[in-house]
């Protein structure tokens, strides 16, 4: 089946500590997106990646950083800096002109 | 982009309709309204989208009034599995490669399906 995976479900990490989720697709879309969701909120974007090797900030990146080597995967690294990293972190993938986003069923960080 | 504002929660009963409303005003003649939403603790689903045509698949319709200012989600026959928030978002389609395709969720409508 074509789909998007993230692992893992649920991370722990004690606080100063990088961590790094990991978000797999397997339906060709050549955009992934990275979003941030807190209690209640809607989603915020954190980054996202049109193709290979390219990538912008989206609304909150301070504090993540990611990659795109290849097109089926994109890692999100939460790193030190990021002052409030628990939270449900959501990957999506949507073709390049297209808005019918497919999303991963998250990962929820929380940091102690 | 287009901002939307639908209420924050709403409730129906099972095997009733439940239509969502969404207004967005300031809508421009090139920008889609997309519906998606989120049961608790996944990723958001994708349900419908349309631009001016009131739309039909399996899952709901759309109706977009003729001045495009508004629209409802309706759910025509609503499960207690349709509880969840209910997102409105209008967008621009990208012309073109290399060009974004960033959605923005709000707070959407928490909708609560009972007996």
């Known amino acids: 089946d074509g789909g998007i995976t993230q692992s893992p479900k649920y991370l722990f990490r004690k606080e100063g500590q990088n961590v790094t989720l990991s978000c797999e697709q397997n339906?060709?879309?050549?955009?992934m997106y990275w979003y941030r969701q807190d209690p209640g909120q809607g989603l915020r974007l954190i980054y996202y990646?049109?193709?290979?090797?390219?990538?912008q900030k989206g609304d909150i990146a301070e504090g993540y950083s990611v990659s795109r080597e290849k097109k089926e995967s994109f890692p999100l690294t939460v790193t030190s800096a990021q002052k409030n990293p628990t939270a449900f972190y959501l990957c999506?993938?949507?073709?390049?002109?297209?808005?019918?986003?497919?999303f991963g069923s998250g990962t929820r960080l929380t940091v102690v | 982009d287009a901002k939307t504002t639908q209420p924050t929660s709403m409730d129906c009963a099972e095997g009733r309709a439940a239509n969502l409303p969404c207004n967005h005003s300031?809508?421009?003649?090139?920008?889609?309204v997309y519906w998606y939403r989120q049961i608790h603790s996944q990723g958001p689903q994708y349900i419908i989208h349309?631009?001016?045509n009131n739309e039909t698949n399996e899952m709901a319709s759309l109706i977009i009034t003729e001045d495009r200012k508004s629209s409802t989600l309706i759910l025509p026959h609503a499960t207690l599995r349709d509880t969840a928030v209910y997102y409105c978002?209008?967008?621009?389609?990208?012309?073109?490669?290399?060009?974004?395709?960033?959605?923005?969720f709000g707070t959407g409508t928490r909708l609560q399906v009972t007996l």
């Open positions: 999506a993938c949507g073709g390049q002109q297209g808005l019918r986003y497919t």
């Open positions: 978002i209008v967008r621009v389609v990208p012309v073109g490669t290399g060009t974004a395709s960033k959605l923005t």
């Open positions: 339906l060709n879309h050549d955009a």
């Open positions: 349309g631009l001016k």
């Open positions: 990646s049109q193709i290979v090797n390219d990538f």
């Open positions: 300031t809508i421009s003649g090139n920008e889609y």
